[in-house]
T-cell receptor
């Protein structure tokens, strides 16, 4: 069955520190992978997506993610976290070439200490 | 504001009552999606429209749920005979027709069934 696992429910980092959020997926075909961010009272916003090609993907707000097929992982990274990055982060997998029927992970809530 | 809008933002109802939510997608988007998000979980796909045609429904969408998009613009999601288990955030998203085009999410309707 297709699934997405985000092993960390909560992560706390200090402002300026680096960040890595983990995502593992189970998918039979070539996965299309996404990271979304959800801030309180706001809709989910796409940070970045991977379809094919370069396995290191750059996104908005200084985020990047690396697709590792051998590890079935798509971890999200940021070299220096800002207080405004505090939010919930969701990894998702979708069908290739189709519409956006996405399977989301349970999310990782990020807290940033000053 | 040219984003996806949802109305109402919050709905409190008693068990057994019917509720209806509305979603207005980005005007040029012909694809519209409904997702449901419960506390501590990621969004789960409910249904998908391309223009006015409902092309897929999740098995999560019981017979008490019905969604429409009569003119290919706004959509409504109705829940009949609400149950406490229906309490969740109902998210609407839209996208253009390009394969795996980015989803734009609304802020959601938070339903509480007492």
């Amino acid at each position: 069955a297709q699934s997405v696992t985000q092993p960390d429910i909560h992560i706390t980092v200090s402002e300026g520190a680096s960040l890595e959020l983990r995502c593992n997926y189970s998918y039979g075909a070539t996965p299309y992978l996404f990271w979304y961010v959800q801030s309180p009272g706001q809709g989910l916003q796409l940070l970045l997506k991977y379809f094919s090609g370069d396995t290191l993907v750059q996104g908005i707000k200084g985020f990047e993610a690396e697709f590792k097929r051998s590890q079935s992982s798509f971890n999200l990274r940021k070299p220096s976290v800002h207080w405004s990055d505090a939010a919930e982060y969701f990894c998702a997998v979708g069908d290739s070439g189709g519409y956006n029927k996405l399977i989301f992970g349970a999310g990782t809530r990020l807290a940033v200490h000053p | 504001d040219t984003g996806v809008s949802q109305d109402p933002r919050h709905k409190i109802t008693k068990r057994g009552q019917n509720v209806t939510f509305r979603c207005d997608p980005i005007s040029e988007h012909n694809r519209l999606y409904w997702y449901r998000q419960t506390l501590g979980q990621g969004p789960e796909f409910l249904t998908y429209f391309q223009n006015e045609a409902q092309l897929e429904k999740s098995r999560l969408l019981s017979d008490r749920f019905s969604a429409e998009r009569p003119k290919g613009s706004f959509s409504t999601l109705e829940i009949q005979r609400t149950e406490q288990g229906d309490s969740a955030m109902y998210l609407c998203a839209s996208s253009s027709q390009a394969p795996n085009e980015k989803l734009f999410f609304g802020s959601g309707t938070q339903l509480s069934v007492l």
